[in-house]
């Protein structure tokens, strides 16, 4: 098999899988019903967890007792929590932040 055909076969399984994925909750919940309550659970305590476990993901290795003690990350983290509360907007408050850090440690934390 050539690099083609495998790198269309990958392709293909990848949106065949995303649109699957993304059909099954209209084959599983009748439209004109509420969704059943611990769906409206998940959807409730499942966003602010995942960010959760992505900041400890993000911080884990961070050195506070080194240079720059964790300031960039930490002033990153604070800039995407407050665009958030202020703007209610994912994709605004990661890219920000994560431009900021990009900033911050090839710039100013060299």
Known sequence: MNDFTQSLLIVIAAALTTAFIRFIP??????????????????D?????IMSVL????????NFLANPHG???LLCIAVAVCLH???SNVLLSIGVSTVLYMVLIQVVFV
């Open 26 to 43: 209209f084959l599983l919940f009748d439209h004109g019903k509420e969704p059943p309550k611990w769906i409206k659970y998940l959807g």
């Open 45 to 49: 305590v499942l966003p602010p967890a």
């Open 55 to 62: 900041i400890i993901y993000c911080v884990r290795n961070v």
């Open 71 to 73: 300031i960039p990350e």
């Open 85 to 87: 509360i202020w703007k």
